[in-house]
């Protein structure tokens, strides 16, 4: 897995050792994007680089579970990064529940995905069942005779 690979890379080294060895700072570079910036580009100033750093020595495994965690069923039909209403999305990370999210709140359509995420339809099916059966309701209930003077 290139996770650990990358981790290894950059294991018992301290930050002086990593910053001077293109190698090692690749790694901590990639490992920045996938386990702490959901696939973004990581900035490169030496504070940003150092956090990253500490982030990542200390919290690995977690950091690694959660992202091996993430469900991911869900196809964008669109290729690298989509810029929607000031949100960014990659997507070759975009997780189902980021998908969801943004389905719900309008910053993707269904036509963004050549494969829903799963859960998707499921949410959608229960608020149309429920608004059909409202509808129903209204329907079928016979208005009121109004007296007349």
């Given at each position: 897995m290139a996770l650990d690979t990358w981790f290894d890379?950059?294991?018992?080294?301290s930050y002086q050792d990593i910053i001077s060895n293109p190698?090692?700072?690749r790694s901590l570079?990639?490992?920045a994007s996938v386990l702490l910036l959901n696939g973004g580009n990581p900035s490169?100033?030496?504070?940003?680089i150092r956090d990253y750093y500490q982030k990542i020595l200390a919290n690995f495994e977690t950091?690694?579970?959660?992202y091996m965690n993430s469900k991911r069923t869900n196809i964008p039909a669109w290729k690298g990064?989509?810029?929607?209403?000031?949100?960014f999305f990659y997507s070759d990370t975009i997780t189902d529940l980021q998908a969801i999210n943004a389905l719900k709140n309008g910053y993707l359509s269904e036509f963004d995905f050549d494969m829903?995420?799963?859960g998707y339809n499921e949410q959608e099916q229960a608020t149309i069942e429920k608004t059909t059966e409202e509808e129903i309701e209204?329907?079928?209930k016979k208005p009121g005779r109004k007296k007349i003077k």
């Open positions: 890379n950059i294991r018992g080294r190698e090692a700072l570079l990639q490992l490169l100033c030496e504070s940003c950091l690694k579970t959660n990064i989509k810029y929607v209403k000031g949100a829903l995420p799963e209204t329907q079928t």
